[in-house]
């Protein structure tokens, strides 16, 4: 016989709970999601395809794609010792720093957006230095990178803090102490151990990047062929009132971030398996 | 997001850092610095660098102009309706997901999960389909003079989704792990429902309960790329705090951009500021519920 949907309880409130809660979710989520693929479905394959391989829009994913890779993979280098300097060690201030690590949640994207180009235009704190070096920083690709690793750091640093503090110091006393110097301990003990964490948390950054408008528009100078972003082309045909087009490219965004949160889960459903079976 | 920030405790400093050597730890410790300071600093500081530049009597008048005024109200109208919202549903939510077992859980928890997975241009977008002139009831709003793309009810509708999973996030893990006993206990010993809520769970859950309100009010107020494509950009009218802030600066008119936008790295310090505060008091929570079971074993 089946199970039952529902397991016996005798906590009240599932009925109505459970009700509102699908209810919510498909009326504000569900509905309007699936209104996106039915209208593609409208569409006929060939016109999908016209639209989504347009040479403009080709160049706008391989800005995304790339300035989004680029950004996770700075972030998973660089907030990987930003996590293990707040967990393993302790210096002045530390709190604080470690709660600045939230800033870019919290900051509004239009404000993030406006306050990088600042900084990073030809006469501002950092653009003037890498002028002076010859590099252009904003309204370039290099511009959209910056912007996609200020609001991707939190990803890997938050997913990253906790599997550190969870390592646990007798794996690297016992390799130590059977004579594995610590570059050997990192790299057969610690990364290890760490990796599943870092994947999670560069995926997590990569595919926040690959969505991301507020911060990006202002700093990328939004040049067609060379510094527009994807989320930009949805917005300019949709003020050209082409729904379709709009619509086709935001499917084929929303199936890659669902690819990635897949593949997510694929790594954390591997990780819970792999403890399990060792515990 | 949430989930690997949410309430971790900061962990002490281990044996294992004494066996990083010296020179090491400085120069990561420097690293961590010069990064975050560059990349997170830097730009907190040029908000209210530029934004206090011209003087304060110049910094207050762009923040009394008629027009920011509107897009601070709008703003706060777009929060008060969207995060109570997404309370109610993110404590049903929570409620149902933890205190019961079903089939197919797994699954609506992932589907709770589905609007941080969506870029905030498309979150507008779908509601442009449904909702615009060529959209779905496009036609039949036109017919009855009902207005809810570029006017107030999108905005709120696409604040409504981009926040959504925000609230029941932080309470989902936490009232999982707290499991159903001391509900159970109330129950048997003939609490009601209701009482057992108040009670019982939501004593056990406020905190998470208020860092995840924080969290939706800093999203709500702050969206940008949704509520940019359901706006029209209406100056004085459908015009939220950020929409503001992109037109003034896109005016070449930098400092009031900035000083409107100081407004909003103020309310970023604020939620900052308050998660601290609600994972001390957490901790401290946990510390005296330990402390009194303790004592008990005694």
């Given at each position: 016989m089946r199970q039952p949907f529902k397991q016996h309880s005798v906590i009240p409130g599932f009925g109505v709970t459970l009700g509102f809660t699908v209810f919510y979710l498909s009326l504000l989520v569900l509905i309007p999601l699936s209104a996106l693929f039915l209208k593609t479905a409208t569409m006929g394959w060939s016109s999908f395809w016209s639209v989504v391989t347009d040479p403009r829009v080709v160049a706008s994913y391989k800005l995304t794609f790339g300035a989004s890779l680029a950004g996770a993979l700075i972030n998973a280098v660089f907030g990987f010792i930003v996590a293990w300097t707040l967990v393993r060690y302790s210096f002045p201030g530390k709190r604080l720093v470690d709660a600045m690590v939230d800033l870019p949640f919290a900051l509004p994207t239009a404000v993030s957006g406006i306050a990088l180009t600042t900084i990073y235009s030809r006469n501002g704190w950092v653009g003037c230095w890498l002028e002076s070096a010859g590099i252009h920083a904003a309204f370039t690709p290099l511009g959209v990178g910056i912007a996609l690793t200020f609001i991707g750091l939190p990803f890997v640093v938050r997913t990253l803090q906790p599997a550190i503090a969870d390592l646990d110091p007798e794996y690297e006393e016992a390799a130590a102490s059977l004579g594995a110097g610590r570059v050997q301990v990192f790299l057969k003990v610690i990364f290890p151990g760490l990796l599943p964490a870092l994947l999670t948390g560069f995926a997590l950054a990569f595919a926040r990047a690959l969505g991301e408008y507020g911060s990006v528009v202002f700093i990328s100078g939004n040049m067609p062929m060379r510094t527009e972003i994807t989320p930009l082309l949805i917005i300019s045909k949709l003020e050209q009132y082409d729904y379709a087009g709009a619509t086709a490219i935001a499917v084929v965004m929303l199936v890659a971030s669902f690819a990635i949160l897949l593949a997510i889960n694929a790594i954390q459903w591997r990780h819970v398996r792999r403890i399990n079976g060792r515990g | 997001m949430s989930g690997a920030s949410r309430m971790s405790l900061s962990p002490a400093t281990t044996p294992g850092a004494a066996r990083d050597p010296l020179w090491l730890r400085v120069l990561l410790i420097a690293v961590t610095l010069l990064f975050l300071g560059l990349f997170l600093l830097l730009p907190l500081v040029s908000v209210f660098y530029e934004a206090l530049r011209g003087g304060v009597r110049l910094y207050l008048a762009s923040l009394v102009d008629s027009d920011a005024l509107t897009a601070v109200r709008l703003t706060l109208l777009t929060a008060v309706i969207a995060v109570p919202c997404n309370l109610v549903f993110g404590l049903a939510a929570a409620w149902a997901l933890a205190k019961f077992e079903f089939r197919g859980k797994a699954v609506l928890i992932t589907l709770i999960d589905l609007p941080f997975a969506v870029s905030p241009v498309v979150s507008g977008l779908v509601f442009v389909l449904l909702f615009g002139a060529g959209g779905w009831f496009g036609p039949w709003l036109t017919a009855h003079h009902l207005h809810i793309i570029f006017a107030v009810p999108g905005i709120v509708l696409a604040t409504m989704f981009v926040t959504f999973p925000f609230v029941a996030r932080e309470l989902i893990p936490l009232m999982q792990e707290q499991g159903s006993e001391e509900e159970q206990a109330a129950l048997v010993l003939g609490a009601g429902g209701w009482s057992t809520f108040w009670r019982v769970t939501l004593p056990n859950i406020k905190w998470a309960l208020l860092y995840g309100v924080i969290l939706c009010n800093a999203r709500a107020m702050g969206e940008f790329g949704a509520v940019s494509v359901v706006?029209?950009?209406?100056?004085?009218?459908?015009?939220t705090m950020p929409l503001h802030v992109e037109i003034l600066y896109n005016e070449y008119n930098f400092q009031a951009a900035f000083a409107v936008a100081s407004l909003l790295a103020l309310l970023a310090l604020v939620t900052l500021a308050a998660k601290e505060l609600v994972e001390w008091r957490a901790r401290v929570d946990m510390r005296s519920a330990a402390g009194t079971a303790a004592g008990e074993e005694k």
């Open positions: - | 706006s029209g950009h209406i100056r004085g009218r459908t015009n």
